[in-house]
């Protein structure tokens, strides 16, 4: 389910692209990236997302969405 996430929240429907600005939202499944469940449980880890993300930004725009997730990312491990 988190590799099926991912697939479906940044090459599927392309939200990566706009995370910065939606990131806050609380409600619908495409308002931030909704891994957390999946990274706090081990199912997928935060080397794997930075590293899709990095990939999205060869492949396709790297902005300050981009930015944004992997640095969360790291935030949400140095702040555990």
């Known amino acids: 389910?988190?590799?099926a996430r991912l697939e479906h929240y940044v090459w599927k429907q392309d939200?990566?692209?706009?995370?910065?600005d939606t990131r806050n939202g609380m409600?619908?499944?495409d308002y931030s990236t909704k891994f957390s469940p999946w990274l706090a449980h081990g199912?997928?880890?935060?080397r794997y997302i930075a590293h899709q993300c990095k990939q999205y930004e060869q492949e396709r725009v790297?902005?300050?969405s981009t930015y944004?997730?992997?640095f969360e990312l790291l935030?949400?491990?140095f702040f555990k």
Do not use: E, M, Q
């Open 62 to 64: 790297a902005n300050k």
């Open 75 to 77: 935030w949400r491990d």
């Open 43 to 46: 199912c997928i880890s935060p």
């Open 27 to 29: 409600l619908g499944p």
């Open 1 to 3: 389910a988190a590799l």
């Open 68 to 70: 944004w997730v992997v």
């Open 15 to 20: 939200k990566l692209r706009v995370y910065f």
